[in-house]
C-alpha cells in the first residue's frame, strides 16, 4: 500500500523541486547551516503540495489515462490504489506542506507556493489545452522553484539564472510533447487536445530556439561580474561543457527509440546513464568553483 501511495504522489518527480535548491549551492551559501535548513525545508513543502495537485489532477483524468500506454499503469487508473486513499494522500500532502510554511514563517515563500498551486491548477483545468501557452505555464512553474529557493535563503536571484531556467524550462516541456506524440502515435489527439497543434516538425524549431537561448544565457551567466567576483576566478565558464552535453543528449534521445520514445524529461534523467553522469559531473563541478576554489584561494 505505502509502494502504491508513493507511486501515486510521483515522489519520483520530486526531482524536479531540486531546482529550489539551486540557489543555495549558486549563491555560495551550501555549508550554511540556517539557508541549507531552511531551503531543505522550502523543498519538502513544494514537493508535498506538487505531490497533491498530481493526484488531483489523476483523479480528475483518471478515465482518459486509462486508455494511455504508460498512464494505465498508474496506481488509480489502474485500479490498484482506491479512490479515497488517492483523495487522503492529496489531502495529508498539502497539510504537511501547510505545516511546513507555517514552521518556515515566510510569507512570501508562501505566497509563491500558493501561487505555484493556482497556476497548476489553471494550467489542469484550462491552460493545458491552449499550445504554447502550456509550455510556458510548464516554464513559469520553473521560475517559481527558483524563486522559492531564492526566499528561503533571502538572496536576490541573477537574471540570466532566470532566463535560463525559463528557457531550459521550455525547451524540455516542448521535448515531452514531442515524446508525447511518439509514443501515442495515432491516439496522441484523443488523448491530450493540445497535441493536435504539435507537430515534430514544429516542436523541433521551438525546441533548437529555446536550446539556443538556453545556452546563451548560462554562458552569459558564467562570465557575470558578480559570479567572477564571488568565484575570485572565471573559471564556471568551462561548466559550460556539461551544459551542452546535457542538452544535446536529451534532444538525442527523443530522436532514439531506446526508451520508446519517451519524451518526459524526468524519466529520462532516471533512465539515462549518460545524464545522470553528466549531471553529477556537473554538480562536483559547480561545488568545485563556489567552494573548493575559493577555499583553495583563501
Keep these: ?25 549558486f549563491s555560495g551559501k551550501l555549508f550554511v547551516e540556517s539557508a541549507f535548513f531552511y531551503s531543505v525545508l522550502a523543498f519538502f513543502a513544494f514537493s508535498l503540495a506538487a505531490s497533491s495537485i498530481y493526484v488531483l489532477n489523476d483523479i480528475k483524468d483518471v478515465e482518459s489515462d486509462r486508455n494511455h500506454p504508460v498512464k494505465r499503469n498508474r496506481p488509480l487508473a489502474s485500479g490498484k490504489l482506491s479512490m479515497r486513499v488517492a483523495v487522503i494522500s492529496a489531502m495529508l500532502c498539502i497539510t504537511i506542506s501547510g505545516l511546513l510554511l507555517y514552521f518556515i514563517s515566510n510569507s512570501m515563500l508562501a505566497v509563491i507556493l500558493i501561487s505555484y498551486c493556482v497556476l497548476n491548477v489553471l494550467y489542469s483545468v ?50 515531452k510533447r514531442k515524446g508525447e506524440l511518439k509514443v501515442l502515435s495515432q491516439n496522441a489527439h484523443g488523448h491530450r487536445k493540445v497535441l493536435s497543434d ?20 548560462y554562458m552569459f551567466y558564467t562570465i557575470d561580474e558578480d559570479i567572477i567576483h564571488l568565484i575570485g576566478s572565471d573559471i564556471l565558464k568551462y561548466s559550460l ?26 524519466t529520462l534523467i532516471y533512465k539515462d546513464r549518460a545524464l545522470q553522469i553528466t549531471i553529477v559531473l556537473f554538480l562536483a ?3 568545485f568553483c563556489f567552494y573548493g576554489y575559493r577555499f583553495m584561494a583563501s
Excluded at 500500500?1 to 549551492?25: D, F, S, Y
Excluded at 556539461?242 to 518526459?264: A, S
Aim: charged fraction near 15%.
Design 198 to 217: 504539435y507537430s515534430p516538425k514544429l516542436l523541433d524549431t521551438y525546441i533548437y530556439s529555446c536550446t539556443t537561448i538556453t545556452l546563451i544565457s
Design 1 to 25: 500500500m505505502v509502494r502504491l501511495i508513493l507511486k501515486q504522489i510521483r515522489i519520483h518527480q520530486w526531482i524536479k523541486n531540486l531546482l529550489i535548491l539551486a540557489p543555495l549551492l
Design 241 to 266: 561543457v556539461f551544459v551542452v552535453y546535457g542538452i544535446f543528449r536529451f534532444i538525442q534521445l527523443t530522436e532514439l527509440d531506446k526508451f520508446q520514445g519517451e519524451g518526459d524529461p524526468t
Design 126 to 175: 484550462y491552460f493545458k489545452n491552449i499550445s504554447i501557452v502550456d509550455c510556458i505555464f510548464i516554464a513559469i512553474g520553473f521560475e517559481l522553484r527558483i524563486l522559492a529557493g531564492c526566499e528561503a535563503i533571502g538572496v536576490k536571484p541573477s537574471d540570466f539564472i532566470l532566463v535560463v531556467t525559463f528557457f531550459l524550462a521550455l525547451m524540455l516541456g516542448f521535448i
Design 285 to 287: 563541478y559547480i561545488i
